[in-house]
């Protein structure tokens, strides 16, 4: 096979038509040139040159970076910038701009990333950078999950609000020289703040501190500011990514806010829709059934006392069967039996028909005779067999006589007494109005003021069923406040902690957010009890407030860094 050999010149000839002018392409070249902003590296003070040294890769270019760190000398307060900034760009820049590597944002061609984006190098690059910094990362690490285990979550912010706001300083005086990037920065911040946050409001939850809001409204501050970092970047996404102006994109962002409004509005639900008057009315009349029957009967008498007091009238129909029912029975509950005789649902005459009456009758009268403290559980179980007792003068005058005594020498031994606890000693008062002699509250206020600051618990801040508790409960708490309404408010009890345990909480269920709730009610209306001042609200409040900030602080941030050159 015979080839013909063209020649040089005729290649040159019929490419010359192709071939650019380089006066042309000179021109062209210094246009663009000159259409760079100035990156002006070296007007950077030291400070901020050492500092933006330790920024990860992608905030801005490999050549830029090499240009800082060699020029970086360590001038004095030059490290304390960078160990200040340390805290932020570990966990906000760090694993923010990690992910976006994974999952390969690739096209963020910025005139200030002339190198390369490419996320298989990036994740190099951030591989590289942790290594460096290793030991360094895992102690920060450590001590935030300590900080956030033991409930100090808001000096946790603290001090990542303090660094974040030396990482703004940094980036702000770097964006004036035309260094960083918005979509690096604002995805850093959108994923950083998401694992800082989430684990921020599970540790709220373990606080042990006062907290006059319920603590899950911090999910629904995280998500707000995700969202709003997610709005930001929609708009600045590189040309051909699936979020950038196409529907998919949009649809996704309006799917997320949808989300993080459902989530806002489950976590804010116990403020949003608080219990009202009408649903605990509605819960007292629905009492029909006796699952957990004294526990159950207890909480329920607690409400409906409200109900009553708060003359919501309510209709105790189903009650009345259910204590009807009650009669009937051989053994009776006599916790039942005297939420009844309590609340006027049952009479002496009907409560004499039990079939234990009349031996429950013969022991009280022989406890009676002795002339001594009821124990805590005779008090208890008898209470019923006393009231009817006294309704039906089925007790002798010397009976009579002696049966104040034992109740007031309850009340006289409730500061030393072993057994006494808050439901007995409310009791044992509560009795003595029915024998016709009700107490005089400051003969027994110091012995009371006692047992109550014994049994409260600054841990949650209610008050404990017994000295062995460590944590307070709805219906002690309840009884504590019923005991203040009658023998006042003791010193040196901060009111603050019994305010933050009743506050309404997502995890309660009913019959527990009816009482607390009833409970609150009755709080607010004690003497001398005032609401909180907004300085009080503004400290023990300060977690929220810090993860305001932080968000607000991250958005700052996203918005003060260049935009990439695409979108411009």
């Known amino acids: 096979m ?38 002006k590296i070296a007007s950077l003070s030291p400070a901020l040159q050492y500092a933006a040294a330790i920024l990860p ?64 190098q990036l994740v190099v690059r951030m591989k590289r950078w942790q290594n460096s910094q290793g030991w360094k990362m895992a102690a920060l690490f450590v001590i935030t999950v300590a900080t956030m285990w033991y409930g100090a979550t808001w000096l946790l912010f603290l001090g990542f609000i303090a660094s974040f706001s030396v990482l703004i300083y940094v980036l702000r005086s770097l964006a004036k020289a035309g260094i960083g990037n918005r979509l690096v920065v604002g995805q850093s911040c959108f994923i950083g703040l998401i694992p800082l946050m989430s684990l921020g409001q599970i540790m709220a939850m373990r606080s042990q501190g006062i907290h006059f809001v319920e603590q899950s409204v911090l999910a629904a501050i995280v998500f707000a500011g995700v969202t709003i970092l997610s709005g930001l970047m929609v708009g600045i996404m590189p040309p051909g990514h699936y979020c950038r102006g196409t529907n998919p994109g949009r649809a996704a962002f309006i799917l997320q806010v949808i989300i993080c409004v459902g989530l806002s509005i489950w ?33 329920w008498e607690i409400v409906a006392e409200w109900t009553v007091e708060s003359g919501l009238h309510p209709d105790f129909a189903k009650p009345e069967q ?76 010397p009976q009579l006589d002696k049966l104040p005594n034992v109740l007031q020498r309850m009340l006289e031994t409730a500061d030393t007494a072993p057994d006494a606890t808050l439901a007995t000693v409310l009791q044992a008062t509560r009795l003595l109005k029915v024998v016709g002699k009700p107490v005089d509250p400051i003969q027994y206020r110091r012995q009371v003021h006692d047992l109550l600051r014994r049994f409260h618990r600054t841990g949650n801040g209610g008050f404990c069923y017994g000295p062995r508790e460590s944590v307070g409960s709805a219906r002690p708490t309840a009884y504590a406040i019923e005991l203040m309404q009658i023998y006042g408010v003791p010193e040196g009890l901060d009111l603050n902690w019994v305010r933050s345990f009743l506050k309404p909480t997502w995890t309660l269920r009913p019959p527990e957010k009816y009482v607390l709730a009833v409970t609150l009610d009755r709080f607010n209306k004690l003497p001398g009890v005032a609401p909180p001042t907004w300085r009080e609200i503004l400290y023990y409040e300060r977690t929220l407030l810090a993860a305001i900030v932080l968000i607000g602080l991250c958005i700052y941030a996203t918005l003060l860094s260049p935009k990439p050159r695409y979108v411009e």
């Open 267 to 299: 976590s804010l639900r116990p403020v949003i829709w608080p219990v009202t008057p009408q649903q605990m009315k509605d819960y007292v009349e629905s009492f029909d059934h006796t699952s957990r029957g004294s526990v159950n009967a207890e909480y």
């Open 322 to 397: 259910l204590l009807a029912a009650e009669i009937a029975k051989d053994q009776p509950n006599p916790i039942l039996l005297a939420t009844g005789l309590r609340l006027g649902l049952l009479s002496a005459a009907q409560a004499s028909t039990v079939y234990n009456y009349e031996g429950n009758l013969r022991f009280l009268r022989q406890q009676v005779e002795l002339d001594r403290p009821f124990h805590v559980s005779l008090l208890i179980f008898y209470d019923w067999v006393i009231r009817t007792a006294v309704a039906r003068g089925d007790l002798s005058g």
């Open 57 to 120: 890769a992608g905030i801005i270019s490999q050549k830029q970076l090499a240009e800082i760190a060699g020029g970086a000398a360590p001038a004095k307060g030059s490290k304390l910038l960078a160990v200040l900034v340390y805290p932020a760009v570990c966990f906000f820049l760090l694993i923010g701009a990690t992910l976006v590597s994974v999952f390969k944002i690739r096209g963020i061609q910025a005139q200030n990333l002339p190198d390369s984006t490419d996320g298989k």
């Open 2 to 39: 015979i080839e013909e050999i063209v020649s040089e010149e005729d290649i040159r000839a019929v490419l010359q038509p192709q071939r650019v002018d380089p006066g042309t392409f000179a021109a062209g070249v210094r246009e663009r040139l000159s259409a760079q902003p100035e990156v």
